[in-house]
Each structure stands twice: as structure tokens, then as C-alpha cells.
């Protein structure tokens, strides 16, 4: 088994900011990628950003410039951090963790998801 967890939301001012981050633990052999998604109620899952293993970033029109997607490999490559700065009230959301990990040598990746986050970016 694979499992995510994720921490550090909450309640900040418009134009402040929040580091999320997502420890993923168990069965994993290498994690391809690990990223960011977010869903308000009544609306679809939002892709936030993405990083890969080899380090490259992709984020989302509405967050660029103003999240920044990390990993630490130094302590612990099964990481991934999402640095949100300048939030809007649109960014208030559930955000989740994902990870697309290889759990054995040779074997497929599968998505792996988190519980969820709330943020929440008060006018």
C-alpha cells in the first residue's frame, strides 16, 4: 500500500501565504511524479502543477508565477511541497496530493491521491 498525507492549510488573508506538503509513504519503489490538484464544491478537480522525478515543473495558467512546486531531495525524495503565495479568494479550495509511483521494479505506475487540504483565502 501507498499513502499520502498532507498538511499545512488553513485560513490566510487575501495576498498572503501557505506551504502545503505531501509526505507519500509504503510500498514504493520510485514515484515518476507528484503534483498538486484542487476541486471547490460543485465544480471538477483543477490540476494545480506537477513536478517530475527529474525535477521539471508545470503549473496551471491561473497559479503561475505565484505557486512554486518543490521536492526535497535531500531529506526525503517522497516529498512534495507546494509554496502559495499572492492568494486570491478564487484559491480557496480542497487541495490534494498525488503521486504516480512505481511500487516494484518493472511494474506500471499507478495515481495515488491524498486526503485533502482545505485552503481557504478570506477578502
Known amino acids: 500500500q501507498v499513502q499520502l498525507v498532507e498538511s499545512g492549510g488553513g485560513l490566510v488573508q487575501a495576498g498572503g501565504s501557505l506551504r502545503l506538503s505531501c509526505a507519500a509513504s509504503?510500498?514504493?519503489?520510485?514515484?515518476?511524479?507528484m503534483g498538486w490538484y484542487r476541486q471547490t464544491p460543485g465544480k471538477q478537480r483543477e490540476w494545480v502543477a506537477t513536478?517530475?522525478?527529474?525535477?521539471?515543473?508545470?503549473?496551471a495558467d491561473s497559479v503561475k508565477g505565484r505557486f512554486t512546486i518543490s521536492r526535497d531531495n535531500a531529506k526525503n525524495e517522497n516529498a512534495v511541497y507546494l509554496q502559495m503565495n499572492s492568494l486570491k479568494p478564487e484559491d480557496t479550495a480542497v487541495y490534494y496530493c498525488?503521486?504516480?509511483?512505481?511500487?516494484?521494479?518493472?511494474?506500471?505506475?499507478?495515481?495515488?491521491w491524498g486526503q485533502g487540504t482545505q485552503v481557504t483565502v478570506s477578502s
Open positions: 498525488y503521486a504516480a509511483v512505481q511500487r516494484n521494479l518493472g511494474e506500471q505506475s499507478y495515481t495515488y
Open positions: 509504503g510500498s514504493i519503489f520510485s514515484i515518476n511524479s
Open positions: 513536478i517530475t522525478g527529474g525535477g521539471s515543473t508545470n503549473y
